[in-house]
């Protein structure tokens, strides 16, 4: 069974960061499937019977909306860019 993990622009239970995501994949060995929503987003329940939720993409401002092909873009870049850095030793910081 996959990892499930969920994505939101609000704060709730159980929220990581991308690089806490990739050492759990990494630790446990099992696939990640990321639910992204559209508009008003996924409803709680989702959220609830996920594994993880992870935080929230922030900028420099409140401002918090994106496109979800945009959150998409930048999840996947932050996941793949962290599992390349733990591959390769580089620092695990993502900024």
Do not use: C, W
Request: aromatic share 8%; proline share 3%; no cysteine.
């Amino acid at each position: 069974d996959p990892i499930v993990v969920t994505t939101t622009a609000m704060e709730v239970n159980n929220q990581i960061e991308v690089k806490n995501l990739v050492e759990i994949q990494e630790n446990i060995n099992r696939p990640v499937l990321i639910l992204f929503g559209t508009g008003g987003g996924l409803i709680k329940d989702i959220h609830n019977s996920a594994d993880y939720v992870l935080l929230p993409l922030n900028g420099e401002d409140n401002y918090n909306h994106l496109t979800v092909r945009s959150a998409v873009a930048i999840y996947l870049d932050r996941f793949s860019s962290e599992k390349y850095r733990r591959n390769y030793g580089y620092s695990s910081g993502i900024r």
